[in-house]
């Protein structure tokens, strides 16, 4: 965006001073300290100081980096000097300054290039690494395009990206190159920034990756065959380096230091309705009957900008919604909840209490000169509250905790890149401890500080709930507040498409619970799309239907009986996997396992697993091919090693290749890995009457002797009371020994009051046996059978 021109940049050379520190070395290099500090064993921070001096605290990204204490060697030479952990070690050249990171083995996890190991002109730097053909770039959150980013430059500024007002960004809908025409699928920048860069070889299947803790404009350039660099326009270098070598190892120490997506309530996971308009009470309340009517199972009805008062933030418009809080009721009698948008931006209107509040409060970001900034949202001149700032996070939590006790179960915050529309944002300023920051240091971190003080409200107002916020933009750790949804996507197959690797990606760098709009937001939908977009949501974290306004309608029913029935049918589907799709969830809120996860995550040294943009596994037992083009009648996938069952024929099918299947309009093809046991319920039309007497437990039959775990986890999906022990955990193993099968399983936690489960039945799939019930499903059971 504002790079200054490379040649002038300085490089550092000299290494003039070298001090032992706790957990590494600082240097002193020409007239910058650079230390190298390992957090982990497997995680090594490198800090570049401005003016000999560091930044304690670069971003709200990192919770907390002290793991105890690291055994570290240091071996200085005349010209190197070597610091390693049992996993890492770094080797850095005294003249000239370079330094190359190994794993304990020897392998590479990062080369500088000799005279740019690091080099700077003003606060901008860059840093160049060498990098082979044979090196994957995998991570950098929320892009376009497919896996690999080599080849790429990709920028790191959040951006509301169907604005044609930008931040010295081209942006423009008409335009030809693609990178600048956000109805494109290769458009960058997009809403949410998170600056973790993976680096994966071909060779050996070995995972590296960065995380550049900076809040700053960042960009990253993979377009060179052997080089990458990684530039910020402001902001210091705090870099963390991880070893891996598997994703998984390297997902698990990044959200050790930002955070896991905490436990989301089960209606979260359920069909949610939304669209932009103009709804009145009564209208949204005959949606909701509609769907009852026609037995379409949905969970949440949203209210988009409407229903405020002229888009003042945290006001109803009386004449569209006379008796919100009847309305709210109404709907939780026939088990939906509510959400409605909250933005940022706060309508500059003297008079209006929350204006004036945020104003002599004072707030609100100001100017260079110390005014309240002004930018423009949907209610015109609008002021930004300045949630760098404690107080003002405070503030809005406890706006939000007033506007949810209406009844409304959730928020969901638009617009916090912060998009400021025609109003140029650069003379905003932010205040953090009374200083006076430029807007660059923390735009990217908005979103995140704005779910930040939301998720602070609505937890101190119902202190026993689980709440839920959706947000756009968003920054490393954003996981620990919201959840994401990726923008104004188009009605169109490339997007949604383009919808799997973004998914996914976003999903490696920390952030699992995310979704694309269903149906597409820009543009009409049409027929076929709609129903395919339906059958992918039922296996997108999020599963949301939302739509622009203006265009035509696309309800699951809004194309006639035909497609009515297929999007029902995906619906259903989805709701028969909830208790897998909730095991899943609560398994990822403590270890950081993804959800809707790349082949790499679990195949990394399969290298057509490594790039494949085009399935994924949701959860580690269910393999998803999404229909991604109009008129499909057969699909080409790829199958990753091991056996596989075909969840319609229940076909066994070898693994390691790619296959071709039928595809036929009611189904997308899923595929089971051998050896995984699903737990399936009976279809309900709303997560608030989910309280199954019974689950079926799917087994699909392994085909090598082995033992296979899968985890079923229920407990009353609203409150934290299963963090201490309010739940039921059933660990259920298949064991095959010869012709022997052994399926057992163990019961932990201490159950919960609002549990009406009491049995099982047990399937099997790859074998023919009969049904078993298991008529205390509370405790251990063992089932064992031949074949
Ligand atoms: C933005 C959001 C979109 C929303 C609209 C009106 O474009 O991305 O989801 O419907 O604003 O609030």
Known sequence: MKMSAEKYFIALEEVRFVTPITKGVELLVDS???????????????????????????????????FGPVETKIEETAKTVKVSSSKLSVKIGKSPFK?????????????????????????????????????????????????????????????DILSPNSDGIARDTNSENPKENPRSDMYDPYYISINLLYNVSKVDGMASASYFDNGYCMHFDMQHESKYKVMAE????????????TIKEVLKNFTDLTGVMQAPPLWSLGHHQCRWHNYSQKQWLDLAAIYRKKKIPCDTLWLDIDYMDE????????????????????????????????????????????????????LFCKTDGGQTYIGQVWPGRTAFPDFVKESAREWWGRLNAEHVESGLAGIWNDMNEPATGAISPSSMRWDRDGGNHPHERYHNQYGMLMAMGTVQGLKSARPE????????????????????????????????????????????CGQPFVGSDTGGFC????????????????????????????????????????????????????????????????????????????LSYYWQDDPEALVNSREYMFGDALLVAPIVEPGAKERTLYLPKGSWYDFYTNKLLKGGKYITVDV????????????????????????????????ELRAYLPTK??????????????????????????????????????????????????????????SFVGADVADKKVKDGLTNFEIIFDN
């Open 465 to 508: 709930y689980r709440t839920f916020v959706l947000s756009r933009a968003g920054f490393a750790g954003i996981q620990r507040y919201a959840a994401n949804w990726t923008g104004d996507n188009c009605s169109d197959w490339s997007h949604l498409a383009m919808s799997v690797p973004m998914n996914c990606r976003l999903n490696i």
């Open 234 to 245: 402001g902001g210091q270098l705090t870099e963390y380096v991880f070893a891996g070598p």
């Open 664 to 695: 036929e309009i009611d189904k997308i093809p899923l595929f089971v890995k051998a050896g995984s046991v699903i737990p399936l319920a009976e279809v309900v039309q709303s997560t608030m009457f989910y309280q199954p007497k019974e689950l």
């Open 311 to 362: 888009y003042r933030v945290f006001t109803w418009n009386k004449k569209q919604f006379p008796d919100r809080k009847k309305a709210f009721s109404d709907l939780k009698e026939d088990g939906f909840r509510a959400i409605t948008i909250v933005d940022p931006g706060v309508k500059y209107d003297p008079g209006y209490p929350v204006f004036d509040e945020g104003f002599e409060k004072n």
């Open 523 to 598: 543009d009409d939908t049409n027929e076929e799309l709609l129903v395919r977009w339906y059958q992918y949501s039922a296996f997108q974290p999020f599963m949301r239907n939302h739509q622009c306004i203006g265009n035509i309608d696309q309800y699951p029913w809004s194309f006639g009986k035909k497609s009515e029935k297929l999007i029902k049918s995906a619906i259903e589907l989805r709701y028969q996997f909830m208790p897998y799709i909730y095991s899943v969830f609560m398994k990822s809120t403590q270890d950081s396992t993804p959800i809707q996860t790349p």
């Open 99 to 159: 330094f190359d990171v190994f794993r304990a083995d020897g392998s590479k996890v990062i080369a500088s290039v000799p005279g740019a190991a690091y080099k700077f002109i003003n606060d901008q730097w860059i840093v160049e690494r060498k990098t082979t053909v044979d090196d994957v770039f995998l991570g950098l959150g929320e892009k376009t395009g497919g896996s690999d980013l080599k080849g790429r430059f990709l920028t790191m500024w959040n951006t």
């Open 705 to 762: 002797k082995g033992k296979t775990v899968s985890v079923l986890h229920e407990d009353d999906g609203i409150t934290d009371r299963w963090k201490a022990g309010d739940m039921l955990q059933t660990t259920i193993t298949l064991e095959k020994t010869g012709k022997q099968y052994k399926l057992s399983g163990v019961i932990d936690g201490n159950g919960f009051p609002e549990n009406k489960r009491k049995s099982f039945v047990v």
């Open 32 to 66: 910058e300290k650079v230390r190298f500090e390992f957090v982990k064993d497997d995680v090594l921070k490198i800090k570049i100081s401005q003016a000999q001096s560091f930044d304690a605290k670069p971003t709200f990204a990192v919770m907390h980096d002290e």
